[in-house]
């Protein structure tokens, strides 16, 4: 069975803890390792890895501590490049390429943002769940199958990054910039419309913006098409 827990999450940091009830690992490596160990109780010394999906700071601000502490750590050769840290515990993975971190058979997939090569991944389990974790991105131009568990960024909704725009809140160019980087509410919309959920149990949406988001719309929109557990953390 499947369980997420959110250690941070949002422009200040990201990072989640996923288990399969075998092997933990932790997706994106955000903030320090001292708070992931906080965070859990300092029940970490079983964490067998962490899938991290490009080079933004809020994605990979604690990423030498992490490697400090012994996490072997997973990413596109071009997030590795960008990072330009030499590390025996980086392992870059092409994407469409399956690889195993115990229990897990995991592959990376390409998203849309401004940087070199963000992954988005899929993690499949022994019992053949799958989790799809795809964050930064404005759309996802792949369907899938078979999914159990998604976690998707949501970070806007078009109506509060215009009228935030409108009211001089928001410049126009950082207003294009978020377009052509993130999640909107309309095209999570389109993504849930356009994949089979049949066997979807729960739907994590992450990295709201504070300022460009509604969340008591987020989860009403999302439920509508979906009719599924949602978790905003």
């Known amino acids: 069975m499947i369980e997420i827990k959110t250690i941070a999450t949002g ?34 010394t079983d ?16 990423l030498k501590s992490f490697l400090k502490a012994g996490i072997d750590c997973y990413m596109s050769p071009g997030t590795a490049k960008s990072i330009d840290l030499q590390h025996h ?21 390409d998203v849309q943002h401004d940087v070199s090569e963000p992954f988005g991944f899929i993690l499949m389990n022994e019992k053949k769940e799958k989790l799809l974790f795809a964050t930064d991105t404005f759309y996802i131009k792949y369907q899938f199958r078979g999914i159990t568990h998604l ?3 949501c970070n806007y909704c078009q109506s509060v990054l215009d009228e935030n725009n409108q009211s001089g809140r928001l ?18 919309l389109d993504f849930l419309r356009a994949n089979d959920l049949s ?18 719309l987020i989860r009403e929109e999302v439920a509508k098409v979906t009719g599924k557990m949602i978790h905003i953390p």
Not at 20 to 34: I, M, N, R, W, Y
Not at 171 to 188: D, Q, T, Y
């Open 89 to 109: 515990r980086i392992h870059e993975q092409k994407a469409k390429h399956l690889f195993k971190i115990g229990t897990w058979t995991i592959l990376g997939f």
């Open 151 to 153: 976690m998707l960024e």
């Open 47 to 62: 964490i067998k890895g962490c899938l991290i999906t490009h080079e933004h700071k809020d994605h990979v601000g604690g």
């Open 171 to 188: 410049p126009k160019g950082l207003r294009n910039r978020i377009m052509k980087s993130h999640f909107s509410l309309e095209n999570v």
């Open 11 to 44: 422009s200040k940091g990201n990072c989640y803890y996923v288990t399969d009830g075998h092997t933990p690992l932790l997706l994106e490596a955000g903030v320090s390792f001292k708070q992931v160990q906080k965070a859990l109780n300092f029940q970490s």
């Open 199 to 216: 066997v979807l149990k729960e739907i994590w949406l992450l990295h709201l913006s504070d300022s460009n988001s509604d969340e008591q």
